[in-house]
């Protein structure tokens, strides 16, 4: 047993539908403008831009159902996603061995701070502060693969207040699930306890305290979230 200088700190962990156990997040992969329709609302070509990800830090996921509307910023949006959870990685996956990899499926927010996003591409910085904050990955719980099976389409879709926000299918994605795998296995050694956030379709909007945000994707049920 390690002796630390100070304490640990706390490991951020995944709830899993119908365990007492739960699922330890290492690393969280996320992936930009993977749905046509919100590339082009951000302004690019889906036809000619090749896939790229970021990241977000374990511990910007909470799983307790409230987000606090972050500082510094003015534009705070919503970005609904199915999340991917890995029971194992490597490099150099392929496509076709990219499922067996996979633990199971859920909802997920890419919450973003929009405006200091949009100040860090125009200097051409990284995007951390924009997207890397504070409770900035609400999740919900896992589903196991061996319940959902493997998930290539299916509705999507967020409502604010009950109003419809964003509304499409995972079949819309540009780079499916296996091949986000892959590609990120080329650039990375993924490993047990990653978390893929597979994108978000159009229609991001803002979010404002007092808001409620439901999420539902076919098949991984519904994730309500409320913005304090």
């Known amino acids: 047993m390690n002796d630390y200088v100070i304490a640990e700190p706390t490991r951020s962990t995944l709830p899993v539908k119908g365990s007492k156990s739960v699922f330890p997040v290492r690393r969280?992969?996320?992936i930009g403008r993977n749905y046509a329709?919100?590339?082009r609302e951000m302004g690019h070509d889906p036809d000619r831009d090749p896939p790229f990800f970021f990241q977000k830090n374990a511990d910007n996921i909470i799983t307790n159902g409230r987000f606090k509307?972050?500082?510094m910023t003015e534009?705070?949006?919503h970005e609904v996603e199915m999340i991917v959870g890995l029971k194992s990685g490597g490099?150099?996956?392929?496509?076709?061995?990219?499922n067996y990899h996979i633990f199971g499926?859920?909802?997920?927010?890419d919450m973003t701070r929009r405006d200091l996003q949009q100040?860090?591409?125009?200097?051409?910085r990284p995007w951390e502060v924009g997207?890397?904050?504070e409770q900035s990955a609400p999740c919900g719980e896992l589903i196991p693969i061996e319940e959902t099976g493997i998930i290539e389409a299916g509705a999507i879709k967020l409502t604010v207040n009950g109003e419809s926000r964003q509304d499409s299918d995972l079949s819309a994605m540009i780079w499916s699930v296996p091949e986000m795998i892959s590609i990120l296995s080329e650039y990375f050694e993924l490993a047990s306890g990653d978390v893929i956030m597979s994108g978000t379709p159009a229609g991001v909007n803002s979010v404002k305290p007092g808001d409620t945000m439901t999420a539902f994707i076919e098949g991984l049920g519904e994730l309500t979230v409320f913005v304090d």
């Open 69 to 71: 509307y972050p500082v």
């Open 28 to 30: 969280v992969y996320c």
């Open 105 to 109: 499926y859920g909802i997920g927010f």
């Open 131 to 133: 997207k890397a904050f």
């Open 75 to 77: 534009d705070v949006h």
């Open 119 to 124: 100040q860090a591409k125009n200097m051409g």
């Open 37 to 39: 329709e919100h590339a």
């Open 91 to 98: 490099k150099s996956i392929s496509v076709a061995d990219a």
